[in-house]
């Protein structure tokens, strides 16, 4: 059996009410203010590794097209040795698009086929090993680390105000070499 202190519990009632229960909620501002700051410091190298996503995508899309034209090429002229190569090409181009995928959402299971990848393109000396270089600086070091990790993912989900776009130049790039690929598809159709 319980007991109660009856004359305690008759001044406590009704309860008092204090400004503090018409106060707006306190909100921890340091952690946002960090969040926003780790964002603001990582922005750049985090836009960056979104664009090489984009480029990715550009990549497969130029194999996934040349891929079909060979299937085109081979079949008309019924040379089915080109079939094997072709589905090589296509296999390729799929990667290519995931790997794409997973760096434009920032996706760590990607890193290690993007760096085997770039890896291989080092070989293509002068040009391209400057590029796959800066690639493999982008995935692989203390920032790109960070970039994959679930704490910048958490930094990510708490700063929806911070937008990080796609510069206007890599977009027109794009555009213009999508053209380019169009232009040479219909030449090698038609010609």
């Known amino acids: 059996m319980c007991s109660v202190d009856r004359g305690r519990a008759h001044e406590d009632y009704p309860p008092k009410m204090t400004t503090a229960a018409y106060a707006p909620p306190q909100a921890n501002l340091e952690m946002h203010t960090g969040f926003d700051a780790d964002r ?6 985090e836009q960056a590794i979104r664009q090489v996503g984009s480029l990715y995508f550009l990549g497969s899309s130029v194999m996934a097209t040349s891929a079909f034209g060979m299937l ?8 089915f040795g080109l ?23 920032l996706d760590a299971s990607v ?3 993007a760096g085997l990848f770039s890896g291989l393109g080092l070989l293509n000396f002068p040009v391209g090993t400057l590029i796959h270089g ?8 203390q920032k790109g680390s960070h970039v994959f990790s679930s704490e910048y993912r958490e930094v990510i989900d708490n700063t ?15 555009l213009l070499l999508l053209v380019a690929l169009l232009g040479i598809l219909i ?3 038609l010609g």
């Open 187 to 189: 030449a090698v159709l």
């Open 111 to 113: 890193r290690g086929v």
């Open 40 to 45: 603001q410091r990582m922005i750049s190298h």
């Open 160 to 174: 929806p105000h911070i937008k990080c776009g796609t510069s206007p130049v890599v977009v027109v790039l794009a």
């Open 72 to 79: 085109a090429v081979s079949v008309i002229n019924a040379e």
């Open 83 to 105: 079939v094997l190569m072709t589905v090589l090409l296509a296999g390729v181009a799929a990667i290519g698009f995931w790997v794409g995928r997973g760096l434009r959402r």
């Open 134 to 141: 800066y690639i493999l600086y982008l995935l692989f070091s």
